[in-house]
């Protein structure tokens, strides 16, 4: 993760200089001017209001040409054992969920995220699709009668996601019709409200770093931190991402590292210091675990 930026003096407050002979004159000590100070480049996370910086800086993704086969061959030398994992592994590493489309902007994969949150895959995608048949745009117009017959042979993919605009302006009760419960359809608007307002925007994830990302994300109402992991993994695609809150992970780096595995332990600090060899691509070795996690019957301590 990178590392907080501090704030920084933009000037130093000085009293004009003085002759002697005028020193004499004035009785009274000239005020100083205020010391001005850039802003943090993060708000404290408590403030859903809170102002998103831009970090400026370019990020490398898992997207980028070279990088992934780039992380295998690194991670294949720092962790040897972790090497015997991938050489075994039939599937290609692939930093991208079955629910998200390449298309997806960072709004429409978060607020996919929500949809899913706490729902079987099949369960979470029925409701998508109601919510899309009745707030969406269907791409395909010569399709729409099969909107009214109640057809099946719609998919996800037929529609265009409504706008931050449209989500923030819905009906809470309206939204529960299609299968959202209250909470998922007010989390939904908690999304569409920073993405309307312009506190977040395309752009903005873009340029910011991890850390900043996290904290801009789970300042809102229903993004926790496994759901800001997801995110910086699946959709910005970042290379050094550990989700210490993943159960899964958690299961699989106690069988990687032989130390002991419970509902609370390891904590995340020791997480973090065991996966210090994967370093700057966590995000890889982390899909390696999900694979290595579903081979494994290890019992919580």
Excluded at 11 to 31: C, D, F, Y
Excluded at 251 to 271: I, L, N, S, Y
Excluded at 272 to 278: G, I, N, Y
Aim: glycine share 4%.
């Amino acid at each position: 993760m990178t590392s907080r930026r501090s704030a920084r003096l933009l000037a130093k407050a000085a009293s004009p200089a003085l002759t002697p002979k005028a020193s004499k004159v004035l009785k009274k000590p000239v005020p100083k001017k205020p010391v001005a100070r850039v802003a943090a480049a993060v708000s404290p996370v408590t403030s859903t209001n809170a102002p998103v910086i831009d970090d400026g800086v370019a990020h490398a993704t898992l997207a980028d040409p070279g990088t992934m086969e780039a992380a295998i061959l690194y991670l294949k030398n720092a962790d040897p054992k972790l090497g015997q994992i991938i050489d075994q592994t039939t599937d290609e590493c692939s930093m991208s969920l079955p629910r998200d489309d390449d298309s997806d902007t960072s709004f429409v994969s978060l607020c996919k995220s929500v949809i899913f949150q706490q729902l079987a895959g099949n369960a979470a995608r029925a409701i998508l699709l109601r919510f899309l048949k009745r707030y969406g745009t269907l791409i395909d117009n010569s399709k729409a009668s099969l909107i009214t017959d109640g057809s099946s042979a719609l998919l996800v993919t037929d529609f265009e996601f409504p706008t931050a605009q449209q989500v923030a302006a819905m009906d809470v009760d309206e939204m529960k019709a299609v299968g959202l419960g209250q909470r998922k359809a007010e989390y939904l608007q908690a999304v569409a409200r920073q993405f309307n307002s312009g506190a977040l925007s395309e752009k903005l994830l873009l340029g910011m770093s991890d850390e900043n990302v996290s904290r801009a994300l789970v300042s809102i109402r229903g993004i926790g931190q496994w759901t800001a992991d997801m995110f910086l993994m699946f959709h910005l695609k970042r290379p050094n991402v550990l989700p210490t809150l993943d159960l899964a992970v958690r299961k699989a780096m106690c069988h990687h590292f032989k130390v002991p595995f419970g509902k609370k332990t390891p904590p995340h600090e020791q997480m973090v210091e065991m996966a210090q060899a994967w370093e700057p691509y966590r995000s890889v070795a982390t899909w390696y675990m999900w694979r290595l996690a579903g081979t494994i019957t290890q019992k919580t301590a």
